[in-house]
Nanobody
Framework: VQLQASGGGLVEPGGSLRLSCAAS????????MGWYRQGAGNQRELVAS???????TYADSVKGRFNISRDNAENTVYLQMNSLKPEDTAVYYC????????????????WGQGTLVTVSS
């Protein structure tokens, strides 16, 4: 299973970006799909996640500004980021926790390669 993330870049404070992450390979359906981020000198932290039933979790710092969605048929997860702040600057990583393939559930974790988001004027 491979994850390919895209959509990062430079944006001014108050702006928006949309991240995408597509899973490919021997996967039928991902279980939890989410986004984490790691800023300079910080630990990697959960930004948002969404399971296959649509249950979502958000970090308090992004509630009301970010929205996570997914296309289950395409095993793709999106992160719409609005009202971006300089403190949102980080490398954003997508993650899968568990997936189904061939009728079997695999409780594995996979990470994407990371995409840099820089919020600066």
């Amino acid at each position: 299973v491979q994850l390919q993330a895209s959509g990062g870049g430079l944006v001014e404070p108050g702006g928006s970006l949309r991240l995408s992450c597509a899973a490919s390979g021997s996967i039928f359906r991902a279980n939890d799909m989410g986004w984490y981020r790691q800023g300079a000198g910080n630990q990697r932290e959960l930004v948002a996640s969404r399971n296959s039933l649509g249950v979502t979790t958000y970090a308090d710092s992004v509630k009301g500004r970010f929205n996570i969605s997914r296309d289950n048929a395409e095993n793709t997860v999106y992160l719409q980021m609005n009202s971006l702040k300089p403190e949102d600057t980080a490398v954003y990583y997508c993650q899968i926790q568990g997936y189904y393939y061939g009728g079997i559930y695999y409780p594995s974790i996979f990470w994407g390669q990371g995409t840099l988001v820089t919020v600066s004027s």
